[in-house]
Structures are given as C-alpha cells and as structure tokens.
T-cell receptor
Framework: AQSVTQPDIHITVSEGASLELRCNYS??????LFWYVQSPGQGLQLLLK??????LVQGIKGFEAEFKRSQSSFNLRKPSVHWSDAAEYFC??????????????FGKGTHLIIQP | NAGVTQTPKFRVLKTGQSMTLLCAQD?????MYWYRQDPGMGLRLIHY???????AKGEVPDGYNVSRLKKQNFLLGLESAAPSQTSVYFC????????????FGPGTRLTVT
C-alpha cells in the first residue's frame, strides 16, 4: 500500500542546534514530495517541494531537504533552528500522475519543540 | 488577494445537526480539496473537485457531501453530524497541470457534542 512515514512524533532541539526531520515513502514510482509547516492554530505553509532534478532542494525560512531514491527518503534539514521554528511539520506526497488531480497524502506529522 | 478563505473558523454542533462549511479561493484555481486533521493522523482527503460542477471522493468521504456550483467556491456539508466528525477541516486549491502545489486555508475547528 502507498504510504508516507514520519518516524518521529516529537523532536526536541536546542535553539541554534541543527535539525533533521525524517520522511520515508512507499510508492511504486517516485512521487512528488513536499514538506509543509503548521504553526499553532494556523493553516499549512509549503516549505519546499521536489519533482525532479537536483536532489538537494532549498526552501523558505532556511530549510532544505534531500531526496534519496535508494532510501525512499526525503528528509528535512536546517543548520540552526530558531525558537520561531517550533511547529508541526508534515511530509506529503502526490503520485506522479501526469497532472492528475490526486490529493496529497500526508505523514502523521512531527512536532518540533525548541529548547532555549 | 486573500488566497483561500474558510467560513466559519469555529463551530459547535449537537449530534444530528447539519451544517455547511464554505471554502472560497480567488486564485482562479481549477482543483479544490477538503481535508480533515485529527491528532496523530495527519491530514486525510475527504472529497475533491477538478472543476465547476464536478466532485469526487477521497480517502474518508463517508458522512460528508460536497458541491462546487461556482469555480471559486467549494462547500462541505454534514447532513447529520456525529461526534466522530469532530476535527479541524482544511480546504486547499491548486492550478491544474503539473504544478501540484496546494494552497491551504486557515481551517475550521468543528466540535460535535
């Protein structure tokens, strides 16, 4: 079955430390990949996306993600976190279906806590 | 340019009551989606629409109906609310074609008692 897995429900990081959030997918063919962030009480904001090409993609707010086909992974990273990065992070995928209207399939999310 | 807006922001219903959630977008997007978000579950697709007058079922469609009479609006209806429908509901829209990027509204928090 097609699925998206975020293995870490909660992650606590000290302010200024580096961050890596994990995402693995299980699809027949490489889907299109996204990372969204949800601040408390807010909607979802797109951080970055991967369709093809360079496997290291840059996003907003200093985030980047690396696509590794061999590991079916699309991990999100940030070299130095700020207190304002505390939020819920979702990995999402959509099948590469030639422009079809498929909705996103989301992982269950990782809650990021920033320690002072 | 407001993007995607949702009405209302909060609502409390009693079991068996009905209501309609409204989603509006001003980006002239062809595709629109309704998701529900439950703790520890991520977001799950309820219904979606590829254009005016068309709708399709998503992963969790039971207990919901939708309509898209105008391109810019996508309505989600609950005919007889149940406590299991307590959730946060998000609407999203995107252009047709290969962009795939969805734009989300701020959400509606619904409690069914």
């Amino acid at each position: 079955a097609q699925s998206v897995t975020q293995p870490d429900i909660h992650i606590t990081v000290s302010e200024g430390a580096s961050l890596e959030l994990r995402c693995n997918y299980s699809y027949g063919a490489t889907p299109y990949l996204f990372w969204y962030v949800q601040s408390p009480g807010q909607g979802l904001q797109l951080l970055l996306k991967y369709f093809s090409g360079d496997t290291l993609v840059q996003g907003i707010k200093g985030f980047e993600a690396e696509f590794k086909r061999s590991q079916s992974s699309f991990n999100l990273r940030k070299p130095s976190v700020h207190w304002s990065d505390a939020a819920e992070y979702f990995c999402a995928v959509v099948p590469n279906s030639g422009g079809g209207a498929d909705g996103l399939t989301f992982g269950k999310g990782t809650h990021l806590i920033i320690q002072p | 340019n407001a993007g995607v807006t949702q009405t209302p922001k909060f609502r409390v219903l009693k079991t068996g009551q009905s209501m309609t959630l409204l989603c509006a977008q001003d980006m002239n997007h062809e595709y629109m989606y309704w998701y529900r978000q439950d703790p520890g579950m991520g977001l799950r697709l309820i219904h979606y629409s590829v254009g005016e007058g068309t709708t399709a079922k998503g992963e969790v469609p039971d207990g919901y109906n939708v309509s898209r009479l105008k391109k810019q609006n996508f309505l989600l209806g609950l005919e007889s609310a149940a406590p299991s429908q307590t959730s946060v509901y998000f609407c999203a829209s995107r252009r047709s074609g290969l962009s795939y990027e969805q734009y989300f509204g701020p959400g509606t928090r619904l409690t069914v008692t």
